[in-house]
C-alpha cells in the first residue's frame, strides 16, 4: 500500500506561483513513477506531469513551460511548481502512484492516489 499526501494548495491570482508537495513514505522504491493530475469541477481528470525512476519527465502541453516536476528523495516528497497560473489552471491536483517506468499520463495508469489538494487562481 502506496499511501500518498498532498500539500501546497491555495489561492493565487494569475500571473503568481505555488508549489505541490507530495509526500509518500516509503519513496523512493526501486521502480516507480509519479505523477500529478488535476480536475476541474464537471471535467474529466487530465495529467499534468510525470517523474519516474528510468530518468522520464514530462509536463502536458497545457502547463508547458509554466509548470516543472521534480523530486526530492530525501524527503521522499514530489514537487510541481507552478508559475504564470492562469484562472483556467484551478482544480483539485491529485498526486499518483506506479510501481514501474510509466511515461504516460493517463489515469488508468496509475494505482494509488492521494485526496488532493485544491489550487485556485483568480483573475
Known amino acids: 500500500q502506496v499511501q500518498l499526501v498532498e500539500s501546497g494548495g491555495g489561492s493565487v491570482q494569475a500571473g503568481g506561483s505555488l508549489r505541490l508537495s507530495c509526500k509518500a513514505p516509503?519513496?523512493?522504491?526501486?521502480?516507480?513513477?509519479m505523477a500529478w493530475f488535476r480536475q476541474a469541477p464537471g471535467k474529466q481528470r487530465e495529467g499534468v506531469a510525470v517523474?519516474?525512476?528510468?530518468?522520464?519527465?514530462s509536463v502536458a502541453d497545457s502547463v508547458k513551460g509554466r509548470f516543472t516536476i521534480s523530486q526530492d528523495n530525501a524527503k521522499n516528497t514530489l514537487y510541481l511548481q507552478m508559475n504564470s497560473l492562469k484562472p483556467e489552471d484551478t482544480a483539485m491536483y491529485y498526486c499518483?502512484?506506479?510501481?514501474?517506468?510509466?511515461?504516460?499520463?493517463?489515469?488508468?495508469?496509475?494505482?494509488?492516489w492521494g485526496q488532493g489538494t485544491q489550487v485556485t487562481v483568480s483573475s
Open positions: 516509503g519513496y523512493p522504491y526501486s521502480s516507480y513513477s
Open positions: 517523474l519516474n525512476s528510468c530518468d522520464h519527465t
Open positions: 499518483a502512484f506506479a510501481f514501474g517506468c510509466v511515461a504516460t499520463i493517463q489515469k488508468y495508469a496509475y494505482s494509488y
